[in-house]
């Protein structure tokens, strides 16, 4: 009758908000040590009333702030999406373990593979970092939708980063999403008239962006009680988001060049992108870069272990954090990095995972170590065991260049994880990244509906009549050109996003704005 407790998972969200939809801090961050054993007992004793012999659960608990009265308002006594989550942020294989145990295995018969068996199964989890995971929704899709978030999930994927504090992970779950946000940025209409009321609106009624609206109260002078008080979102979480617009506000109308290289450092450790600190210095994020490295200020990378380095992990399962040692340890071999999807999202799912995965075995086979960066905690790609090593970090320019410089791989695939890596392959090249298969000069004419018509016409094959606009007057002339129905959409993007059937000038005009 032995049983342990894998993780704790803190919804930022209120009660109302599917847990699907809520962003998620593991390990919780606001219980009472009191109140945390009370809920870990409880759920041990829900999961024996139910009768769950073998295998692994969840259970969810919501508590009241006011009077400390702790309710159990779900249970699943099977493997879930908390529990793949839970397996990515501790590293402890939830799934693998249950299987076992259900052929008759017991816990301590069973060794942690993280850490080459030096610790048996029955050993809970500690972990020394944070786990911040964001859904990414995709209701720009279906413009017709309510995106207000209640009871039903609406999100179609999630990103997960890990860092050393909750402003640190929260920052880079942020720029995770590749939603085109690299932080808490705003989304004040500078010519809008007074925001109190939308801002009021969005904090009572929640959407996709509650966070980044989160912080556009504070910018507009509001407490943290009347956040708060609107929002229901804890005090503590709200106190961590303050502080970074603070931070945000002091950095605007600096100079680069006039920062301390301990001033930076701090940004750093908390989580800022070279892109968000360029935006609130009015400079480039190469700039930025270029202050990091003349300062010395580049990230380390810890090894997530399952025990808090109690015990040595011979597992490459890594994150980035601006500290002073380094557990990464690369190796001399012969190496290949391979870029994943990011967030599935409609268009873009595990289809190209399961590239990643198997061009990680065949790279594998072919006696190349395999390294693998991704930030999705519902794939494949980013188990332990996957690849020689896993870094689970953003995709963007910063973040991947950084491991390029640890690492000096013998190349870096772009081609298996969608439009995510697809976006970064000609600023990889231009970075000096050896981009192997296909070109991004290749990607980038299949990629350009101007250029591939182009290619089409030089090479005499047939195509529908087309043309390329960049404003709304050259779009209304070619729809009088080709004529209507038109199916309208951009460059660069997959599965159909952005896109649209338009039947008069209306409509089109309406899709341009």
């Not at 294989?93 to 593979?113: F, H, M, Q, S």
């Not at 309510?146 to 942020?174: H, N, P, Y």
């Not at 001399?332 to 967030?343: A, E, F, N, W, Y």
Request: hydrophobic fraction near 40%.
């Amino acid at each position: 009758d032995n049983c342990i407790i894998v993780c704790s998972i803190e919804n930022f969200d209120p009660m109302g908000v599917h847990t699907g939809d809520s962003i998620t801090v593991a390990p919780v961050q606001t219980l009472t040590d009191k109140e945390y054993q009370l809920m870990r007992d409880a759920s041990i004793a829900v999961l024996r009333e139910i009768g769950v012999d073998t295998g692994g659960s969840n259970v969810q608990f919501a508590i009241n702030p006011a009077d400390g009265r702790m309710v159990v308002i779900e249970m699943n006594p099977r493997v879930s999406r908390s529990s793949a989550l839970a397996s990515k942020a501790t590293g402890f294989p939830i799934a693998k373990v249950a299987a076992k145990l259900a052929v008759g295995y017991t816990l301590d018969e069973l060794r942690n593979e993280i850490t080459g068996g030096a610790m048996p199964a029955s050993f809970e989890p500690t972990i020394d970092y944070v786990v911040t995971k964001i859904p990414r929704f995709t209701f720009e899709k279906f413009p017709q939708a309510d995106d207000r978030l209640t009871t039903q999930m609406k999100s179609v994927g999630e990103a997960m980063a890990i860092g050393r504090t909750f402003q640190e992970s929260l920052q880079k779950a942020l720029r995770s999403l590749e939603t085109g946000i690299d932080g808490l940025v705003s989304r004040l209409d500078p010519a809008g008239s007074d925001p109190r009321e939308s801002l009021q609106r969005e904090l009572h009624y929640p959407g996709p962006e509650r966070i980044l609206h989160v912080a556009d109260a504070f910018r507009c002078g509001w407490t943290l009680d009347e956040v708060h008080e609107h929002s229901r979102i804890d005090p503590w979480f709200l106190a961590q988001i303050e502080d970074l617009v603070a931070t945000e506000a002091a950095l605007k109308g600096g100079s680069p060049s006039d920062m301390l290289p301990a001033a930076l450092f701090d940004l750093k450790r908390k989580g800022f992108a070279d892109s968000r600190l360029a935006a609130l210095l009015a400079t480039t994020a190469g700039e930025i870069r270029s202050l990091r490295r003349a300062a010395g200020i580049k990230p380390v990378y810890k090894r997530i272990d399952s025990c808090a380095a109690e015990f040595s992990s011979s597992t490459a399962y890594l994150y980035s954090t601006y500290e002073r040692e380094c557990e990464a340890a690369p190796t001399d071999r012969r190496k290949v990095i391979v870029l994943g999807g990011g967030p599935n999202r409609i268009g873009q799912g595990i289809e190209f995972d399961y590239c990643c995965v198997h061009a990680a075995m065949a790279l594998r086979e072919d006696g190349f170590e395999t390294i693998m960066v991704n930030c999705n905690p519902e794939t494949v790609s980013t188990d332990f065991d996957t690849s020689d090593r896993l870094y689970f970090e953003p995709l963007t320019l910063e973040d991947v260049l950084e491991i390029i410089d640890l690492e000096q791989p013998h190349g870096v695939v772009v081609q298996y994880g969608g439009q995510t890596p697809l976006k970064l392959a000609r600023a990889l090249e231009a970075a000096g990244a050896p981009i192997i298969g296909t070109s991004p000069d290749s990607i980038d004419l299949a990629e350009d509906r101007e250029r591939f018509q182009l290619l089409i016409e030089r090479l005499g094959l047939r195509q529908p009549p087309n043309r390329t606009a960049r404003s709304l007057d050259e779009a209304i002339m070619g729809a009088q050109q080709i004529g209507y129905p038109l199916v309208v959409r951009p460059s660069y993007v997959l599965g159909g996003r952005a896109m649209e059937i338009v039947f008069n000038d209306d409509e089109l005009r309406r899709y341009m704005r």
